[in-house]
């Protein structure tokens, strides 16, 4: 097992630029939308965020151990453009709602509806599954293991690589001010029509 | 220089003043214009001291750099931009551009190539680091400046602005929810440029580059990125008719942000008054790039956007002015001593660079036309 953990590390390690730019664009603009200058609060932001992302590999390791053990050797095509979609309209939404209400109104209240507080999981999630360009090819070694516990130590080695090369969007968190939050729901709304495009270019 | 001055000494003034940046200009952009004629050089020195004449002898800053900047901006489409026409292009540039829009967003790209060049040993003269360099002594001299004295683009928005006798089109509050757009714009192409090692601003947002040729191969993608280059397109030369404001420079400039940001580097700001400023709020109406907004007490507040035109110091009566770091210079006296304030100093520094800087294509352009016109 811990050879297994070490190789998923190590694809982990030599793809983790990828994996950080295909990131970045999405946790960065979040971060800057709804981070606060406490450290706290970003990093617990971030953590939701890899929540998510480790959520999306363990489901991701599941179902390509049971395709792998069914002789299945290909995602359905629609999965990931669909997983973009979906990931692109929900940035697009929050980030319409946070610029047309201001900070007064928002969304995010927990009292409106404690949904929307757990947005960095989701988001976190369908990153996880679709936008990661290195996980196509972590995908295919599950298929070969055919191994529910084998395929889970797997991903967690290349999840923690990963996670380390997405870290350093951490750095920048306590200068987030009021200012930094307008232009984030900006850049959010920027990220979320980009992904949006992403994900109907891929659907047709 | 106010009108309280004899016209007489001001007119000294006013000569000096253009002699000084006349002599620069002229020496400096016969290196920058190549092999253009002299003549050609000494014309758009002449201009430029001409320009440096007028704003110091009427004191109107705006109306006669808003001039010199579009002149030189329509230098700048004859000269290059219609020389690539006849261009052929086979590929998206895989290089960070050379052109200062969309090498803000690359900034990230720019620093990965630096790295691969130091790992390879394959240094470039005219590369990034050599526009780097140029850039800071750009920001250090003038900061914002830049948008509304040297930037080639920002002329053409600038000019079409004050055609309009009074806007069609009312720019209301969402003007000023969207004002950090270019912000936006970003970091989040800064982001995507890196991710997919592209000059994402040229691909999809530049309306400058007249050729299909770096679009995208897939049908829908290209269609996408027709319409978003023609709908920059449209804010460049449309909104400004309808809106009076630089609708373009306004919200869909990255380097508007990057400049806003390194900017305060600079010393040179426009300052509200708070003796003289009676909050009638006339700064904001005017300002074409929407750098004013109702601060605290209803009186004016500049936001990082404004690039020093000087448009609001001709709408108001005494309640803006430049300064240094936000300090008025001490006062002197003498004929000649008016030229030592705040205001000289920074239009100094943005003339003769901006005039120095236009001399890479306003002598060649004048060429051009005469050429065109003796044939
Ligand atoms: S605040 Fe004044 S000087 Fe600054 S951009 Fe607006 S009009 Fe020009």
């Keep these: 097992m811990p050879a297994l953990f070490s190789e998923g590390f190590l694809l982990g390690l030599s793809t983790g630029f990828y994996c950080m730019a295909s990131c970045l664009p999405l946790l960065a603009p979040y971060l800057m939308a709804e981070g606060r200058s406490v450290w706290k609060i970003n990093f617990i932001i971030f953590l939701e965020f890899l929540a998510g992302r480790f959520a999306a590999y363990m489901l991701f390791a599941f179902l390509a151990v049971m395709a792998g053990k069914a002789g299945r050797y290909a995602m359905p095509p629609w999965l990931l453009p669909a997983c973009m979609l979906s990931c692109g309209l929900i940035m697009a939404a929050l980030a319409v709602f946070r610029v047309a209400s201001g900070t007064s109104a928002c969304l995010l209240r927990a009292d409106l509806d404690p949904f929307f507080r757990k947005l960095p999981v989701a988001l976190g999630f369908v990153t996880g599954i679709s936008i990661c360009p290195p996980f196509a090819a972590g995908f295919l070694r599950l298929l070969e293991l055919a191994d529910v516990v084998k395929g889970f130590c797997y991903f967690s080695g290349f999840f923690t690589a990963t996670s380390l090369f997405i870290s350093p969007v951490l750095a920048g968190t306590p200068w987030i001010g009021r200012r930094a939050n307008e232009i984030g729901r900006l850049t959010l709304l920027i990220a979320g029509l980009w992904y949006t495009g992403l994900g109907i270019s891929g659907l047709m | 220089m106010g009108d309280k001055i004899p016209a007489g000494e001001r007119a000294g003034a006013a000569g000096l003043f253009s002699a000084l940046v006349f002599l620069p200009v002229f020496f400096l952009s016969a290196q920058a214009a190549g092999g253009v004629s002299r003549v050609y050089t000494l014309a758009w020195s002449l201009f430029a001291a001409g320009t440096a004449f007028a704003i110091v002898y009427t004191g109107r800053v705006s109306f006669f750099r808003r001039i010199f900047f579009s002149v030189s901006a329509l230098a700048f489409l004859i000269h290059f931009k219609l020389s690539l026409l006849g261009g052929v292009f086979t590929a998206p540039p895989s290089e960070a551009p050379f052109c200062h829009i969309a090498m803000a967003p690359y900034f990230l790209n720019y620093l990965y190539q630096q790295y691969l060049a130091l790992m390879s040993g394959g240094w470039k003269l005219w590369g990034p680091l050599t526009l780097g360099a140029a850039w800071l002594f750009i920001t250090l001299a003038i900061g914002r400046g830049w948008c509304s004295w040297a930037c080639f683009y920002g002329g053409i928005d600038d000019g079409l602005c004050s055609l309009a006798r009074r806007p069609l089109l009312k720019t209301g509050h969402w003007a000023q929810k969207l004002r950090d757009l270019p912000a936006a714009l970003l970091v989040f192409m800064l ?108 009186r004016p507040e500049i936001l990082p956007y404004c690039n020093l035109c000087g448009q609001c110091l001709e709408a108001c009566p005494g309640g803006l002015r430049y300064t240094v770091f936000g300090r008025d210079l001490p006062a002197r006296r003498g004929w000649a001593a008016g030229l030592a304030s705040a205001e000289n100093f920074f239009i100094y520094s943005a003339l003769t660079l901006g005039a120095v800087f236009s001399a890479l294509w306003g002598p060649a352009a004048l060429r051009d036309l005469v050429q065109l016109t003796v044939r």
Excluded at chain 2, 236 to 255: D, E, N, Q
């Design chain 2, 191 to 298: 982001l995507v440029s890196l991710a997919l090692t592209l000059p994402v601003y040229c691909l999809w947002l530049c309306p400058f580059k007249l050729t299909e040729a770096f679009l995208d191969g897939g049908a829908v993608v290209r269609r996408l990125q027709y319409w978003l280059m023609f709908a920059s397109l449209a804010a460049l030369v449309i909104g400004p008719l309808l809106t009076k404001k630089r609708i373009f420079c306004s919200f869909l400039c990255p380097f508007a942000a990057w400049q806003a940001f390194w900017g305060r580097l600079n010393p040179f700001r426009v300052t509200p008054d708070d003796k003289k400023c009676t909050g009638c709020m006339a700064c904001a109406g005017i300002c074409p790039v929407m750098a004013i907004k109702t601060g605290p007490g209803g």
